[in-house]
């Protein structure tokens, strides 16, 4: 916990990442295929440190593609070009693969994320914060009127996973709000007695946020983000990016951002 809670630089904004300047140094006829990365929006930070070294270190150009405003199935189905997917959400590897769209051979974990427990900071009293709160303590130490925000389970990944870590907790359904997206969690979470669930790297980032508690590890809670490689001409270069993601220095870059990697 004293890992996941460590001090995370700001978040950087923006969808796209781009290497190609390093790889425009060698000759044309010397320089790799450009690799694509798509990815869910939460690993951008990590990501963007870990193809800044790879592209270095391997004079190639990348570009980093962020999940966050699009339907990755949907954009891969239409053509676009990716050579990796990264992300949560197991429904989306079923119908890529349904589909013959990945190499079923190279689907590895790369990273997992604890979720939290967060409210507007200064919003509860000081000693709600301390190292030894119990998540019950927290749910329902505050009295009834608090309630919980979690992203929509039925159309988010993150929000099935906090209503299985409410259930878990036996909260009463009428305690759940849902909410459709990102940006209405974080307005939710600016009214008085209001606690939400978010994954902990996103909320360690967010200067707005306490994180109050971690909850529970266990597969119905923690994320765990899955590698695809998408077929086509890039797969070489998407296995060698994977292997790289192996490496000490990339997972340094996962860990300092909140994540756990899974190699």
Known sequence: ?????????SLCGGVLFAAAALAATLPRAEAPG????MTDA???????RIIRDYAVANHQSVTLISTATKNPARLIEEGAEADLLISADPALRQTLEHRGQIDVFATPPIATAELAMVAKK??????TLSESLSLAALLYGEGAKTRIVILDPARSVLGAHSFAAL????????QVTFVADAASLSAALMEPDTLGIMLAPEAIADANLELL???PDSPEVTMEFTALVIAGDGM?????????LEESSAQKHLAHFGFTPRH
């Open 1 to 9: 916990m004293r890992r996941i809670l460590q001090s995370i630089l």
């Open 34 to 37: 450009q690799l694509r990365v």
């Open 42 to 48: 939460a690993l951008l930070p990590p990501l963007q």
């Open 122 to 127: 200064g919003a509860f009293a000081a000693n």
């Open 167 to 174: 259930r878990m907790q036996n909260i009463a359904p009428e």
């Open 213 to 215: 508690t971690l909850l």
């Open 236 to 244: 070489d270069s998407a296995r060698d990016f994977l292997k790289y």
